[in-house]
């Protein structure tokens, strides 16, 4: 079914009236993540910090969109991606992934955004330029794609251009890519943003941890340096000079060196200096590259830390000979059989559990890698791309160990230390040590509204919940349902007489959820497939009947009344977790009338869940009816109200967010939504209840998130990458607010 689950979850965004396909750097913030990518909102973030970047620009993930839509290639695509995310087989894998980079190519850049990319181009001062892959979800504080996606470097020319921004937007689907995100439990449709930015002639550079990633120690960081471009670095095909940097003093250590020093003592210093001046703008350690050209130190990438050492006691081998020695890249010890391996091709040759012993370590051994019980490379630095993807894996890794492909033997049994790089012979028992020193997380800003998220997947909850965010404003049933019972129609489990399977699993993925939320709240929306939706799964087509119009069809509270089956199997479950969870609440979707929400709640009333106390009731604001209407819902016993800002900006504007042809027209901003959003959030002030939003548009347009602030809104609920981001913005808008209204005392 992951198929079916990725194509539920491709949709556009863009406003052709209201965005241009292309932003210059000064343009954009770590609010434009979805439009333009981790990498290119953090480049924008950089530039308007006042911090040393080469000049450049974004051609926005609208872009790569419109483009596939308009070479007729997007459904298509969305169909390759699903049976690649299917794929079992690595052949088979290959093969997908090869059809949909074709696909790609075919469609290429429509003639309008490759008028809008050629004339940012023109004005830049250098022609030689940069061009790098910035998809949606890389570069971001959970995952980092690191060296998935293509790049390219020395790029000159219009028609050089044009082609390396297509072989960006194709390498969204390399197998590795694919590998890495079904690990990642990435499930929607990928879409790439691409950074085009000018060439530093670098004559040295590297990567800097704000922290180091191996000890957690906040007080160190960390820069690994090289001659020329920072590719090798990146690759592991090159070993670099390794600095530990104290932050107090700038007192420079030098830990790992080829003979002479790359930097000079002032120039680690420098460097460093940088690197807290961005971890202290972000508020949160910082992965950054770095280059040296005539003399000036340019910043060109920055990202947060995804993984570092753990805060739990870490083990440390006891006895047995040192085989070799290496630079501990991602902590933690591992014993295991040693499998030697010298291309990526042989990855098939790993067995679960082995050892992985290979010349370098690059993105290209991913699958084996998360596979393997530890990694250990001849070459590689502690900043190269797969050791970072082996410590977002949690695997011990050692690199730069020289000779480890010569000592080490296939079979032989091994311990494998990766905090301090040392591996010895045989198999040994551990024991417990002191843990370091955890990297605190930084302080959440303090907002009035509330930041919540929005979440589809139980998978992804414990790792959300420990974030800094206020609770869950919109938990879709319908991926839980998916994942719950295995792509069954609920209908055909009830003629099959599993009713008690349906509430069991689906009680247990609630319970996944509000568990480590509580006592945040987590806001299910209950069951809203389409039936076109409905009818992809097995035995859906017994069940659903084909509609010409299922956007406005037979959806949400009216289908509970009339087949209230279903609806009273999920207040079952819903019930149950709120037994002992009771921060769990209920939120009914797509309500049209009165008289069928009246309907709908006397069901809820008549279910075990109805007879609970402390139960909130919301309802989803999507249909523009609720504008006249919310007054007798309050009266109803409703004391929330979400808007849900993509299906209400559709039907006040008459337009499908699908359709390519009418992209222009779909607008979150337009006039006639925003009034319809003002009345809803304006009378749930009046009547006291929780008003909240949850959509896009808070994510990308920092002026829409003030727009709701001003409004009075209660809550915003987006997508989880987005609530630091959205935060700021929230907690700047409110900060103006008050500002205006000291000076109009």
């Not at 590689?380 to 160990?401: L, S």
């Not at 069901?603 to 106390?613: F, M, N, T, Y």
Request: proline share 6%; net charge negative.
């Amino acid at each position: 079914m992951c198929g079916h689950r990725a194509l539920l979850s491709w949709t556009g965004t863009r406003n052709a009236l209201a965005m241009p396909y292309v932003r210059d750097f000064p343009q954009l913030s770590l609010a434009d993540a979805d439009e333009a990518g981790g990498k290119g909102a953090n480049l924008g973030e950089l530039t308007r910090a006042g911090l040393p970047v080469p000049a450049g620009f974004v051609v926005l993930r609208s872009a790569y969109i419109d483009a596939m839509a308009e070479g007729a290639v997007a459904g298509d695509i969305a169909a390759g991606h699903a049976a690649a995310l299917g794929s079992t087989m690595e052949t088979e894998l290959d093969t997908e992934c090869e059809q949909l980079r074709n696909l790609v190519h075919k469609a290429g850049v429509a003639p309008a955004i490759r008028e809008e990319i050629l004339a940012s181009y023109r004005r830049l001062s250098a022609p030689l330029v940069a061009v790098r892959s910035s998809a949606t979800g890389e570069d971001g504080a959970s995952a980092s794609f690191a060296g998935m996606n293509a790049s390219f470097t020395n790029v000159s020319g219009e028609d050089e251009l044009i082609e390396a921004v297509t072989s960006c937007w194709a390498s969204l689907f390399s197998p590795r890519s694919e590998t890495y995100r079904a690990h990642m439990n990435f499930e929607a449709m990928p879409a790439m943003a691409v950074v085009v930015q000018e060439m530093v002639a670098s004559e040295r550079s590297g990567v800097m941890f704000t922290v180091d990633p191996r000890t957690g120690n906040q007080n160190e960081l960390v820069i690994e340096a090289a001659s020329g471009y920072g590719e090798g670095i990146v690759s592991g095909s090159v070993e670099p000079d390794n600095y530990v940097i104290a932050k107090a003093t700038q007192q420079v250590e030098h830990v790992r060196s080829r003979g002479s020093h790359v930097l000079s003592d002032a120039e680690a210093a420098e460097i460093a200096r940088l690197g807290i001046a961005t971890e202290k703008h972000y508020g949160s350690p910082q992965d950054i590259e770095w280059a040296i050209s005539a003399g000036a130190i340019w910043l060109v990438q920055a990202r947060p830390i995804t993984a570092m050492a753990q805060t739990q006691a870490s083990p440390t081998a006891v006895g047995g000979n040192v085989l070799v020695r290496g630079l501990g890249a991602s902590p933690g010890i591992a014993t295991g059989q040693v499998r030697v391996l010298e291309h990526p091709s042989q990855c098939d040759e790993l067995r679960d559990g082995e050892v992985l012993v290979a010349p370098m370590t690059n993105p290209d051994w991913v699958p084996a890698i998360q596979r393997a019980a530890a990694v250990v490379t001849d070459s590689g630095g502690m900043t190269c791309h797969a050791a970072i993807v082996a410590r977002e894996f949690g695997v011990p890794c050692i690199v730069g160990a020289r000779t480890a492909t010569q000592v080490l033997v296939t079979g032989a049994e091994v311990t494998v230390d990766g905090r301090t790089g040392e591996v010895s012979a045989g198999r040994r028992q551990v024991a417990a040590r002191p843990a370091p020193a955890p990297v605190a997380a930084p302080p959440a800003i303090p907002t009035a509204t509330k930041i919540y998220v929005n979440l589809a997947h139980a998978s992804a909850a414990a790792a959300v919940a420990a974030t800094q965010v206020d609770g869950v404003g919109l938990l879709r049933a319908e991926f839980l349902l998916l994942e719950a019972l295995g792509g069954v129609h609920p209908r055909e489990l009830i003629a099959r007489g599993e009713q008690a399977t349906f509430v069991d699993k689906l009680a247990t993925s609630l319970t996944s959820i509000a568990e480590p939320f509580f006592p945040r709240p987590v806001i299910y929306r209950t069951t809203d497939f389409r039936t076109n939706e409905f009818r992809g799964l097995v035995g859906g087509e017994r069940f659903e009947p084909v509609e010409d119009n299922p956007m406005i069809g037979y959806r949400g509270c009216f289908r509970y009344t009339q087949q209230p089956e279903v609806f009273a199997l999920e207040l079952e479950a819903l019930a149950r977790v709120r037994e002992q969870w009771p921060n769990l609440h209920l939120m009914i979707p797509f309500v049209r009338t009165r008289w069928e929400l009246e309907e709908c709640l006397r069901l809820v009333d008549s279910s075990p869940l109805g007879k609970q106390k402390g139960l909130h009731r919301w309802v989803m604001a999507e249909v523009p009816s609720v504008v006249h209407w919310l007054p007798e819902y309050v009266g109803l016993g409703i004391d929330g109200v979400s808007i849900g800002s993509n299906d209400l900006t559709q039907l006040m504007l008459g337009v499908d967010r699908d359709n390519a042809q009418c992209a222009a027209l779909f607008d979150e901003s337009d006039p006639a939504v925003l009034d319809a959003i003002g009345s809803i959030v304006a009378t749930a002030r009046r009547l006291g209840i929780t008003s909240s939003l949850c959509g896009q548009a808070p994510s990308t347009r920092p002026e829409f998130a003030e727009y709701l602030v001003r409004m009075g809104i209660t809550s915003v609920s987006v997508n989880p990458d987005a609530a630091d981001s959205v935060r700021r913005v929230v907690a700047g808008a409110e900060q103006r607010i008050l500002l205006d209204a000291a000076r109009d005392r």
